[in-house]
Nanobody, 124 residues
Framework: QVQLVESGGGLVQAGGSLRLSCAAS????????MGWFRQTPGKERDFVAA????????TYADSVKGRFTISRDNAKNMLYLQMNSLKPEDTAVYYC?????????????????WGQGTQVTVSS
């Protein structure tokens, strides 16, 4: 079983940047496809970005494409989300997630392991 712990959230002004990190333990990340989802109060958890285990291919939600970059460092067992040009609508709790599959998925039900989340707040 993979344990995931996010960090790097905080308060930032619109137009600013943050980098979220996700540290994995108990299993090596190289065996998992990884992703980021986000959630605001009263709403469903939405897909943000994912990176495949097998090819390192990435995919993004349209709302963050061109502003966010997902990356992984298997040697350090780390996943990252670089967020640039942040907007107030990016405010949410961001969750790191892992799936024991070769290729990325945007579907929440495909992911098996979740971190506790980190709050990102973007002020206007």
């Amino acid at each position: 079983q993979v344990q995931l712990v996010e960090s790097g959230g905080g308060l930032v002004q619109a137009g600013g940047s943050l980098r979220l990190s996700c540290a994995a333990s108990r299993r090596t990340l190289s065996g998992y496809t990884m992703g980021w989802f986000r959630q605001t109060p009263g709403k469903e958890r939405d897909f943000v970005a994912a990176i495949s285990r097998s090819t390192g291919s990435t995919t993004y939600a349209d709302s963050v494409k061109g502003r966010f970059t997902i990356s992984r460092d298997n040697a350090k067992n780390m996943l990252y989300l670089q967020m640039n040009s942040l907007k107030p609508e990016d405010t949410a709790v961001y969750y790191c997630t892992a799936a024991f599959r070769g290729y990325y998925s945007t579907a929440i039900h495909d992911y098996e392991y979740w971190g506790q989340g980190t709050q990102v707040t973007v002020s206007s």
